[in-house]
């Protein structure tokens, strides 16, 4: 386990390597990494605390395990740099503020496990063009796409009970 606040605010931190058996990252672990560009996450990764990279504005990647089953609210708030995102098909919910002022996001593939999308989930997701969302999510929460200002297009399901 990585402790919550274990690196936060360690500025100079590039890489992270992490051991094959660590099953989670604690709340703001690498909180405030502003030179984190590269992390690799083992695949005995079960999840991922809340504000865990918020503010690692060089992180162009990441690879989540399929075997991660929660992913904190607000976990990727901030990854100015952030381009592309795949979440594994073990979630059922996105958290309040996940990908909040990704302002680079393009990409987004939520899994057709999802039934719930929190409140400013991609809020101020200035590149992101378009984004499917799957057939079983009933609500998505306020300000969920809010000041995303080059989204076109959006599919929106049938199951849709409630938007904000």
Do not use: H
Request: aromatic share 6%; hydrophobic share 40%.
């Amino acid at each position: 386990m990585i402790r919550d606040f274990a690196f936060d605010g360690c500025v100079c931190l590039q890489e992270v390597k992490i051991q094959s058996s660590l099953q989670s990252i604690g709340k703001f672990a690498f909180n405030e990494c502003k030179s984190l560009a590269s992390i690799s996450l083992p695949s005995s990764l079960q999840s991922i605390g809340e504000c865990a990279f918020n503010g690692c504005i060089k992180l162009l990647k990441i690879e989540i395990p399929s075997t991660v089953q929660s992913i904190g609210g607000q976990a990727f708030q901030n990854c100015q740099s952030l381009i592309e995102i795949n979440l594994p098909s073990t979630l059922t919910s996105i958290e309040d503020g996940l990908f909040n002022c990704c302002t680079q996001l393009v990409k987004v593939l939520i899994p057709q496990t999802v039934s719930q999308i929190g409140s400013c989930v991609f809020q101020k997701c200035l590149e992101l063009t378009n984004i499917s969302i799957p057939s079983y999510v009933n609500s998505i929460g306020t300000y969920a796409f809010n000041m995303c200002k080059s989204l076109k297009i959006i599919a929106l399901p049938s199951s849709l009970l409630s938007i904000g």
